[in-house]
């Protein structure tokens, strides 16, 4: 099968000749660094340089948000404020000031300030997410991936920040918790917005036929939805339903959402809307792909294998794999792999090893 008739049958979760290889969201950064040591080519110092070094299955990524920043153009350089000790103060991508570790290790960056305080402030931010901004799709990098379009035959992805992740970059978790009750009104502007700026750039790809869109939330933790179901439904779900459908009209086949934690509650929001796919499923929070998979049939499920097995051992992995993946294939719509980034406690031999055993599969 061609990359992009397997991604078809694989969402719509049809008989395929192989599973989609794709066994992991990314690498810890100080994965990488450890691998070096074991033999990894120094050129393989990003997530998609892994992803070709390790041979996942190929397709376009077209970046327009992510776990970084909400889609705005112009970009907000990233710049170093101050030091303070052992931590490094950054404005960063989303033009938020945020703590982090000076010597780089990886961990969660502690929000100071965020950039939306005010409705002056929002009213300010909101034209960098204008889908028409002048500039926006001409850097080098996006180009060449339209470009890419024209003559391969793999499926292109547009990469979005979902509307959570878009109020957490505006105001920060707190500040977008309290405004629920304070400012509900600027929560439903940022909406507007978001809706506007997601359509706006799928209907000036739609001539590249782009196959799949993703939305990065991370709106859950290991004890559930950050906010209620109730206030999903009041500030996201009139928004994400109408841009869900207006992708679908504009003929994106496929949607999924990357969302950490115990998603058990978010997924029949999401199936409300239109999602049809989700990742990672993180077993640490809860997440078991069999029940979810029991109870949501139709569901595109990337991951659900623990990850910390195989830093166990091979045997304890192998267990996971015939317990997990093995019965999620023969249901169609599953995608082996780990269920978040690979730490550096895997060894890059148990990585190759794992790698041979989940491509050795058949639905």
């Known amino acids: 099968m061609r990359a992009k008739d397997r991604f078809r049958a694989l969402c719509g979760c049809e008989t395929m000749d192989r599973p989609w290889r794709f066994e992991t969201v990314g690498f810890w950064t100080e994965t990488l ?3 070096r040591g074991e033999g990894l080519p120094r ?54 000031d945020e703590k982090i570790f000076a010597d780089g290790h990886s961990a969660l960056p502690h ?24 500039g926006r799709f001409s850097l080098r990098g996006d180009r060449a991936l339209i470009h ?24 920060g978790l707190e500040r977008f918790m309290l ?56 500030f996201i779900t009139p928004y994400f339903h109408r841009a869900v459908q207006e992708l679908y009209d504009t003929g994106v086949e496929f949607t999924l959402v990357d969302s950490d934690g115990d998603v058990t509650k978010l997924i029949p929001l999401l199936e409300e809307v239109g999602i049809k796919g989700m990742m990672p499923f993180e077993v640490q929070s809860g997440m078991d792909i069999r029940e979810i998979r029991r109870r949501h049939p139709r569901l595109v499920i990337f991951g659900g294998l623990d990850k910390r097995l ?42 190759r090893w794992c790698l041979k055993r989940l491509r050795g599969l058949r639905p």
């Open 111 to 134: 929000l100071i300030r965020s950039p939306v305080e005010t409705m002056a402030d929002l009213r300010r931010y909101l034209p960098l997410l204008d889908p028409n901004a002048p």
């Open 179 to 234: 405004t629920v009750y304070d400012a509900p009104e600027m929560l439903h502007e940022i909406a507007r917005a978001w809706e506007r700026h997601v359509v706006g750039i799928a209907k000036r790809l739609a001539a590249r036929r782009p196959l799949f869109v993703s939305f990065w939330e991370d709106m859950c933790y290991r004890n559930g939805m950050f906010i209620s179901p109730k206030a999903y439904r009041e």
């Open 43 to 96: 050129w393989v110092s990003s997530d998609p340089r892994a992803y070709a070094y390790f041979h996942f299955d190929p397709w376009i990524p077209l970046v327009v948000g992510d776990h970084r920043q909400p889609g705005v153009w112009p970009p907000i350089k990233r710049v170093l404020l101050r030091r303070e000790g052992d931590h490094e103060i950054w404005r960063n991508e989303h033009g938020g």
């Open 33 to 35: 660094r450890r691998w």
């Open 310 to 351: 195989l830093a166990q051992s091979r045997e304890a992995m192998e267990k996971e794999i015939e317990e997990k993946a093995v019965p999620l294939l023969r249901t169609g719509g599953y995608v082996p792999g780990f269920d978040h980034a690979v730490p550096p406690d895997i060894s890059l031999a148990d990585f």
């Open 148 to 171: 890419l379009t024209r003559f391969m035959d793999w499926p292109l992805g547009i990469l979005f920040a979902g509307l959570f992740a878009t109020y957490r970059y505006l105001l």
